[in-house]
């Protein structure tokens, strides 16, 4: 802890001598830097960029952690990374992917979009969406600490009791994960809680639920399972620290405790939290798919019942993950109908695409590509998961590489096509710039390829009983040149994931702002400048129908028709209180997984209720933004 | 500002606490928070009931249980949502004085409940039923002592906002915090009310 502070200290004296000395003005100098003002925005387009940078760079660290592990495999007997260590890799790679690659970046473009995609100034709890960014990076954080303070979480990103108790991971490495997923899940938590707010009460004139674009209806779902799913997490987290850190026995048979408690805790939130990530990837799917074919989503409708009864279904499934735990015939058939059952909608949503492009004028940009690409590679996901809900088959793919294969079609084909083809399409709308379509090309084949070469074998490295999560395997039964095959895969992916990062880096180098409306967009946020300002929307639109934009260029406007005279706008102060809580957690958290200091997580928990107290007695009418000034910045616009 | 140009006018549908967009935002999304907070307890309830006859030798809940001590904090705190209700009432009525009376009494009847928590678990204690002593003792705490917590966090909550009321008065941007804080102390009586009905009439039928 001592070290810790030194740290602090030592940070704060430099930041002073970089920026011009220690002196009175650097208090000012600090809150006009530009660092100041990111820490402490409460505006959801800049919440969005440091989700999806946060997300990003997590993205990178699990990929590599991946790479390493695919290293490890590339031969028989390998002695790269072996046991603990790889242990601890294939933990925080899932742990990682999962928590703090996919959901941040759903987030970012949950808060980059939704609001303006129904026509809204804000979210409805600025604040509360702050606090829930820095909650999560002060979550990941402190678990990826893990790696240089005391090891990392070794028990699998599922964490099953009894491995992930005291007596066979000592040290603190599932404490990490404990804490560190309770404090980044109480951000998740309360951000899936902002956008039901959002959604519900803040929508533009005339946009009725049945006009809302689909991937506001899909972030809609996924915030209502996350306010749904996350309880059972923090539960589940909470017992097994009071298991590790105070002595409980809620896991523990010698004391009366059950194992099974865990997985069943854990699968209630784990089942919900896969279809948290799948659904706004089909969201954003459904918008790229209808745009770059120029055609109305087909069956709107339809596609709106189905994200909803996937997002209902997806509660009730979660025993598939557990059909060999013995719970008997009628409890795994029950679940089986019931996880086979979650096939229809999805197989709706599926069609619903594919007559979209039907007849369409289809343009191949990236963001098109990857949602053409996504539609093959989650099918096959899609079926091996209906191979694996049938229980007596399941006990002979259970455990194997055929669970990882089918996982990843869905995962990577699903959710990181996703963001991908969200990202290029999007781009313009969050940075005003474009990125650039021939790399994005090169990306998208790379990546392709590569996933399918990684990942097509794994299933017959499962269906040959190679079993998951061990760091290696025998030469001579036939899974050498599979697997060889498997990690050459990896290669392509990352190539891939090198040329969109160089895509970036480039495309902040380019002058060239993009226009407002660069791909022929139907909702609304192709209605405001690129990147929007501040307020959005200078003035609300009115909206008259499905795909509102659109209605308005074939009627032959140009832009909507505003709700409302142009009037002064309420904006939400800046805040540095959601930094300051969330430092709280964070040093609550350290202090609690360094046994033995629980004064500091005392103390951290005490910074936590101080700040409570300052937001709670403090007054904050935000500040207007008058019509003039939107007049001048609209001209600057135009011209 | 808008917050006081309503301050001595009361609102026209005798609901202060949604009279302002900030207001509807904070009161749905405290619904949906209390959604939440339903499947956290739901957990916690499931693990107890299964876990609720490892007791591993030590005392039963059968044995434990002082059914009287428990029907009269059930009473106390049940009392407590009552006033609670009174306070809003007075609340949209702009009753400033009448408001913070019936809040306080809500605040002591929830102390009078935490005593009586708290002096029982010193009595379990003092029997062997420890956090520690078994799946049974863990699974009881967890549960019991997490709706506690919750108690006691609404007491802090409370409180704070009297001493916010008594300095800004009743106005659009007080009515939903006090609105939605009351919501809160409704939810965590109804969970008592699951508490004293599963745990401790389901803990003395065996
Ligand atoms: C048609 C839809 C789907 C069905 C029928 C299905 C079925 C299953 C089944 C039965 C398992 C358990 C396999 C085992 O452990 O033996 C499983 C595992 C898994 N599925 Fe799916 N699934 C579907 C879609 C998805 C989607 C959309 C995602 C995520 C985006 C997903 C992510 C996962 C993950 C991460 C696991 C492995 C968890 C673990 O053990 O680490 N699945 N799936
Ligand atoms: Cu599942």
């Known amino acids: 802890m001592g070290t810790l502070i030194v740290l602090l200290v030592l940070a704060l004296f430099l930041t002073a001598i970089f920026t011009g000395g220690y002196n009175k003005d650097f208090l000012d100098r600090v809150k006009t830097s530009k660092v100041w003002d990111w820490l402490t925005t409460v505006d959801h387009k800049k919440i969005a960029i440091l989700y999806f940078m946060s997300g990003f760079f997590f993205f990178i660290v699990g990929g590599i952690e991946a790479l390493f592990m695919r290293l490890q495999l590339i031969v028989p007997h390998n002695d790269l990374f072996v046991g603990d260590t ?76 009894s491995l992930a108790l005291n007596e066979y991971s000592p040290g603190p490495g599932i404490d990490y994960y404990v804490l560190g997923l309770q404090i980044s899940g109480i951000g998740t938590l309360i951000g899936g809680l902002n956008f039901l707010v959002t959604i519900i009460n803040l929508r533009a004139p005339g946009m009725t639920y049945l006009r809302m674009p689909l991937f506001t209806w899909t972030s809609f779902v996924t915030s209502a399972l996350i ?36 997985q069943h805790l854990f699968w209630i939130f784990g089942h919900p939290e896969v279809y948290i990530v799948i659904l706004p990837a089909f969201g954003v799917m459904s918008e790229v798919i209808s745009t770059f074919s120029k055609k109305r989503l ?22 598939h993950h557990m059909f060999t735990v ?6 795994n058939s029950l679940f089986a109908v019931a996880t086979m059952a979650i096939a229809v909608p999805t197989g709706i949503k599926v069609f619903n695409w594919l007559f979209t492009m039907w007849g369409g004028e289809i343009r191949f940009t990236t963001a098109m590509l990857f949602a053409v690409g996504f539609i093959p590679t989650f099918v096959m996901g899609g079926m091996t998961g209906v191979m694996l809900a049938l229980p007596p088959a399941d006990y002979q793919y259970q455990d194997s590489y055929f669970v990882v294969a089918h996982f990843h ?14 990202a290029y399409y999007w781009w313009p709308k969050m940075f005003g710039k474009l990125l650039d379509e021939k790399l994005g090309k090169f990306h998208f084949w790379t990546f392709l390829i590569g996933f399918h070469l990684t990942f097509f074998p794994q299933h017959f490295l499962g269906l040959f009983g190679m079993p998951r999560r061990v760091f290696t395997y025998q030469s001579g039964v036939g899974l050498e040149t599979i697997n060889l095959i498997s990690t050459i895969g990896v290669f392509g992916m990352t190539i891939g994931t090198l040329a969109f990062i160089y ?26 400048p690129s990147p929007p300002p501040e307020y959005n929307f200078a003035q609300l639109p009115r909206v008259r129908g499905l795909d509102p934009f659109w209605l308005e260029k074939q009627a032959g406007n140009k832009g909507m028709t505003p709700a409302e005279p142009l009037g002064s706008i309420h904006m939400p102060s800046p805040s540095y209180l959601p930094v300051l809580m969330s430092l709280g957690f964070f040093i609550a958290g350290f202090g609690f997984i360094a046994r033995g200091n629980y004064a500091v997580g005392i103390l951290g928990l005490i910074v936590v209720v101080i700040t409570m107290f300052m937001r709670s007695f403090e007054q904050d009418h935000g500040y207007h933004i008058e019509p003039e000034e939107i007049e001048d910045a609209n001209k600057g616009v135009q011209a | 500002m808008a917050a006081h140009t309503h301050e001595n006018t009361a609102p026209q549908n005798g609901h202060l606490e949604t009279a302002s967009l900030d207001g509807k935002n904070k009161v749905l999304g405290f619904w949906l928070f209390l959604g939440a907070e339903t499947v956290l307890f739901a957990c916690l309830f499931g693990t107890y009931l299964a876990l609720r006859n490892q007791t591993m030798g030590g005392p039963t809940g059968e044995h434990l249980f002082d059914l009287k001590l428990v029907a009269l904090a059930t ?48 009595h379990y204690v003092h029997e062997g039923h420890t956090f520690m002593s ?33 300095k800004r008065g009743i106005t659009t941007e007080m009515a939903p915090k006090l609105f939605v804080s009351s919501l809160y102390w409704h939810f965590i009586d109804v969970v008592w009310v699951f508490i004293f009905t599963l745990v401790y009439l389901l803990g003395k039928v065996g």
């Open chain 1, 86 to 161: 790889f242990n601890e890799l294939l933990t925080m790679h899932g742990t990682t992917m999962i928590f703090l690659a996919a959901m941040p970046m759903i987030f970012g473009l949950m808060n980059a979009i939704v609001p303006l995609q129904i026509g809204a100034r804000d979210v409805a709890f600025p604040f509360v969406n702050a606090l829930g960014f820095w909650l999560f990076f002060a979550g990941g954080l402190l678990l990826n600490l893990s790696w240089i303070f005391g090891g990392a979480p070794d028990a699998g990103w599922t964490s099953y009791t």
């Open chain 1, 227 to 262: 306010l749904f799913a996350f309880p059972a997490l923090t539960v589940a987290l909470l017992l097994l620290m009071f298991d590790r850190l105070f002595g409980a026995n809620f896991f523990d048979y010698t004391m009366g405790g059950s194992t099974v408690i865990w």
């Open chain 1, 298 to 319: 087909f069956g709107y409708t339809s596609m709106v019942f189905a994200t909803v009864l996937i997002g209902f279904l997806g509660f009730m499934v979660w025993v």
């Open chain 1, 326 to 331: 013995g719970l008997g015939p009628v409890s």
């Open chain 1, 409 to 422: 079609y869905v995962l990577v084909g699903g959710t990181v096509f996703g963001m991908f083809a969200g």
């Open chain 1, 503 to 528: 895509n970036i880096y480039k495309t902040f180098k380019v002058e060239a702002q993009a226009p407002a409306d660069p791909w022929n967009g139907r909702t609304l946020e192709w209605a405001i």
């Open chain 2, 75 to 122: 009473a106390i705190l049940l009392t407590s949502s009552l006033t609670s209700v009174l306070a809003m009432h007075a609340m949209n009525q702009l009753k400033l004085k009448t408001m913070q009376f019936w809040l306080g009494v809500t605040v002591l009847l929830g102390l009078g409940f935490l005593v009586l928590e708290i002096y029982e678990f010193i």
């Open chain 2, 134 to 166: 078994s799946a049974f003792g863990s699974s009881f705490y967890a549960l019991v002592g997490t709706h506690g917590a919750h108690v006691t966090f609404g007491i802090v909550w409370i409180s704070t906002l009297m001493l916010q009321a008594a």
